[in-house]
């Protein structure tokens, strides 16, 4: 996302990005559902019933100013300590709301099958694992949901998508522009607070 090439696809330089064809479209959320509506996925990924698919789309809209904020703190935090403690606990008290409201006794979070919510907030929540901080640790009904989630999705699916980001040595060998980091700085260390 660093590169020329990638800044000809968005000038944003942000990942996400879906180019199909002539159109080029940002942002998970909107990727997942355009993907699902251009494909006609199985009915569980995004439900036609509508109050499923409410369930659906509360979680999206929740997620990212809850996981997502969090998650990936714990994963850009190095140092100090005391950074990556205040972003747990914050982290915490949005696992605390995934498993009360949104999974409650569930399998997964909309009910007997795996939807876009329950892939977007697996997503989110391997982001710490990539600095080795396993969030899901002490909380077994996360973890037996996470593992469904993974079987659902097929083991090898799943490491292979979380292989890069579970890779140290391959997150810490990406190298940035000069005039890029300094461009995006200011952003990183607004997130950082």
Not at 70 to 85: C, D, F, H, N, R
Not at 147 to 156: A, N, P
Request: with cysteine; aromatic share 8%; net charge positive.
């Amino acid at each position: 996302m660093f590169s020329e090439e990638f800044n000809k696809v968005n000038v944003l330089r942000k990942v996400p990005v879906l180019k199909d064809g002539d159109f080029t479209l940002e942002e998970s959320t909107a990727i997942l559902l355009y993907l699902t509506r251009k494909y006609n996925t199985p009915s569980h990924w995004y439900p036609p019933d509508m109050k499923k698919r409410a369930r659906v789309d509360e979680y999206l809209a929740w997620q990212h100013t809850n996981i997502r904020t969090t998650a990936s703190k714990i994963l850009w935090l190095k140092v100090p300590q005391e950074k990556v403690q205040d972003a747990m606990e914050d982290l915490n008290l949005s696992l605390q709301k995934l498993e009360e409201k949104f999974l409650q006794e569930k399998p997964f979070i909309i009910g007997n099958e795996i939807s876009l919510a329950d892939l977007v907030a697996v997503v989110e929540l391997m982001q710490p694992m990539g600095a080795g901080c396993d969030v899901l640790e002490g909380r077994p009904k996360l973890q037996e949901w996470r593992k469904r989630v993974e079987v659902t999705l097929g083991k090898e699916l799943f490491a292979e998508a979380h292989a890069r980001i579970l890779n140290p040595q391959e997150l810490r060998s990406i190298s940035v522009d000069p005039p890029l980091k300094a461009q995006m700085k200011p952003a990183i260390l607004k997130m950082l607070k």
